[in-house]
């Protein structure tokens, strides 16, 4: 007798985790219904809460328009590298005035990609210091997209004017040495997303030995990046449960008080989320 096809997981669903947030999600990437869906399964795993980071400026009133939809959706607003080369005179001003809408408590997602390049490094960097210079005027943190581009990254922040910035490092992939330099800074968090479940992904694992507690949070970064053992899918915020229980049995703890922390880490960070 042949042995019964072994049962694939279904994406989105399994135990809740009460009271977790997913830090970092795409939703904008969603068709319509696809993201109502999405929301639904969240919520029914105890998702309370979702940051939608930006990727251009152009998205910034539909994201608006989600948050106001939805009590538990707040959005950052930015410029992501890749959309660098299109960063103009004046978007400083047009993305400052954006960010007074009550919604929007981050600029994001901004930073630097050297793996890909689609922008110069020069567009790059231009339009991640405007946007930290923004950050700091309204007194908002930044949704920090890193890649391969660490030496660039630390000496952004070594500039004495960015000295106090507050930033969530987004799907934290930089290894113990690029962790450290961040956490000495006081004012750096850590997002783990499915990354941490990945077999080869040890440089994700190994700082969460000395990372403090209150300087982690947890993303999926819907649509990307699906955990283990959903690798491969198109990723969604109720996998960020899968999420949280991997940061717990790497740090010890136990599944409620990852989502505790991290969620608690989440409203310190993003000011005005979760109220």
């Known amino acids: 007798m042949s042995k019964p096809a072994a049962s694939k997981p279904v994406l989105g669903t399994g135990p809740p985790l009460p009271g977790v947030v997913d830090s970092h999600c795409h939703l904008q990437h969603l068709a319509d219904a696809e993201r109502e869906a999405a929301l639904d399964r969240a919520r029914a795993r105890g998702v309370v809460g979702f940051l939608v980071p ?28 890749h959309e660098a080369a299109h960063w103009r005179e004046g978007d400083s001003e047009r993305l400052a005035a954006l960010l007074r809408h009550p919604r929007a408590v ?38 920090v997209h890193n890649r391969e581009s660490e030496e660039a990254m630390l000496a952004l922040l070594a500039e004495p004017r960015f000295h106090a910035l507050r930033a969530d490092f987004h799907s934290f992939s930089g290894g113990p040495e690029m962790a450290r330099a961040l956490l ?71 599944p409620a008080k990852v989502a505790e922390q991290t969620t608690n880490n989440f409203r310190s960070l993003f000011r005005g989320a979760l109220t």
Not at 113 to 136: G, I, K, N, P
Not at 199 to 224: C, G, I, W
Not at 239 to 250: D, I, T
């Open 106 to 143: 981050a600029v994001g997602e901004c930073g630097l990609d050297f793996h890909y390049d689609f922008a110069t490094r020069e567009q790059q960097e231009r339009a991640l210091r405007e946007q930290w210079e923004v950050a700091l005027e309204l007194d908002l943190p930044a949704v």
């Open 54 to 81: 930006a990727t251009r400026l152009d998205e910034a009133e539909a994201l608006l328009a989600m948050c106001e939809r939805h009590p538990d959706i707040w959005c950052a607003l930015g410029c992501h590298p």
């Open 184 to 254: 000495e800074r006081r004012t750096s968090w850590l997002g783990i997303s499915g990354i941490v479940t990945f077999q080869k992904a040890d440089n994700v694992r190994a700082p969460l030995a000395f990372t403090p507690p209150d300087r982690l949070l947890v993303e999926t970064d819907t649509p990307y990046l699906a955990p283990v053992p959903y690798r491969g899918k198109p990723n969604e915020p109720a996998l960020v449960v899968e999420v949280a229980l991997r940061l717990a049995a790497e740090v010890g703890w136990e």
